[in-house]
């Protein structure tokens, strides 16, 4: 499965039960209704949303809940990320914790915001 290359987000969400299949669902419907302008796509093999440019992707691993809202998107949460493992653009959300969906889609309209406000820019030049 690791090496295969989903066409869908719902082909994607196909290979997986239990916990993380509950988890994709839950933050998949989070992010529709937060950032309801972004367009679903697989992007790096991962489901993700896509205005003017990609917002956010998430993606199952073995033991959390893997989310990537570029870097923007975690420095400018850093302190309300503080009790998760983060890096470069990406935060880990253990399957044996409550997602924090509030956070998740506050994290997605910051990134929506800064794809308006770079593409604006794009335009100006």
Same mark, same amino acid.
């Given at each position: ?6 066409? %869908? *987000? $719902? $082909?994607? @969400? ?5 916990? =993380?299949? &509950? ?16 367009? /679903? *796509? ?8 896509? %205005?003017? /440019? *990609? @917002? *956010? ?12 809202? %570029?870097?923007?998107?975690? /420095? &400018?949460?850093?302190? &309300?990320?503080? $009790?998760?493992? %983060?890096?470069?653009?990406?935060? =880990?959300?253990?399957?044996?914790? &409550?997602?924090?969906?509030? @956070?998740?889609?506050?994290?997605? =309209?910051?990134?929506? /915001?800064?794809?308006?406000? #770079? ?5 100006? #030049?």
């Amino acid at each position: 499965m690791m090496n295969a290359k989903p066409e %869908t *987000v $719902e $082909e994607y @969400l196909s290979w997986f039960s239990g916990p =993380q299949r &509950e988890q994709l669902e839950l933050i998949r419907k989070v992010l529709r209704e937060a950032i309801p302008d972004a367009k /679903e *796509v697989i992007s790096y093999h991962m489901p993700a949303f896509k %205005t003017t /440019e *990609v @917002l *956010v992707y998430y993606a199952a691993a073995k033991s959390h809940l893997g989310y990537y809202p %570029t870097n923007s998107g975690v /420095e &400018e949460f850093k302190k &309300e990320l503080a $009790e998760y493992v %983060t890096s470069k653009g990406a935060i =880990q959300f253990p399957y044996d914790r &409550e997602l924090p969906l509030d @956070l998740i889609a506050q994290i997605a =309209q910051f990134r929506a /915001e800064e794809a308006k406000f #770079r593409a604006t820019l794009k335009k100006k #030049r």
